[in-house]
């Protein structure tokens, strides 16, 4: 990804202590290296009279800088030479151009940055697992690995967790389209006046994962029981083009042992399930478990299968359903009559 080691980043902190802490990505900023030269130019006209100041304080000509006109070179790039620097005419400031260190990426961008796409519509989400960070933004595309002008970036969205950040991403591939083009993630980062940035590119066939799918009924077939399952509300549409294939766990009554299968129909003689589902074309990542449900596939007490998130059942006739409502209103009526409620 894209970070520097806690010892690094350790040293870094110990290194800017007393520096003007950045919390936002400045308008105009440049990035150095350390133990390099940089050349600032102010924007103004060639023939100005120009002062320079950093965070404020007047710069003159010293050992670590040197004016030449209207440009100023810093002659050392350290953490004393980092900062706001401002160009003036008399009282007029002209121009102001934050000076910030880079460091140089150690680990990986899968480090600090996770992300999933839920389907493959337009859009998809990235969480920000780093800390210690005051400032964090993402970019899709060349012009942001390049740090152009015209990039489009992307501020947190929420705050998460343990100083997590999540990102909300948007992206203009076709779903209808075969996936070859990659797409191309930046991310830069600021602690205090230090900025480090790094690139990934990705398909996005690699970060799709549903979400849980619904279990709908479970309906008995002879000696089996028939699952139906739906994709997940926010699953691609058409489903027949964005198909799904569903993975089953079940507990068998008799002896309690857990088994799977890849068939909608299972064993009739089963406690409970829960099911998962993934990609069938590409193999994407499986999505979560959805929870666990009771299964019933006899006609004793069916009015159990009203809680549709507890229960997996066969399809209530309407008959059973409204008798059911009535047997609960008697009950309820019965409580209250009695001075007690029902469980």
Known sequence: MMTFSLWTFGLLMISLTGAHELNHFPENFEVAKRDEQYTLTCNSKPDDIVTWKLNGDPLEDDENVKQNGTKLTVLDIDTPSLGNYSCWKGEKMLSSTYLLLKVDEEDTIDSLINCRAKSYDCNFNCTWTGNGYTAVRLGLGHNCSKSSKSCQWISSSRQLAEGKLQFEMYHDLSPYAEESTMLELTA?????????????????????????????????VNEDVNVTIDPPSTWSAPY??????HEIEYVLRDDGQTER????????????????SRDSLVFSNWSQWTPWKNVKTGTHRLCRCIKTEKYCCPELSLEVFNGCKKEKRKSKKHANSSGKYPQ
């Open 240 to 245: 027949s083009f964005f198909s799904l294939e």
């Open 261 to 276: 299968s890849s068939s909608t129909l299972i064993p009739k003689k089963i406690s409970k399930l829960r099911v998962r």
């Open 188 to 220: 830069e980062a600021i602690s205090d006046l230090s900025i480090f940035r790094t690139s990934k590119r990705f398909y996005l066939r690699d970060i799709v994962q549903p979400d849980s799918p619904q279990i709908v009924k479970c309906q008995l």
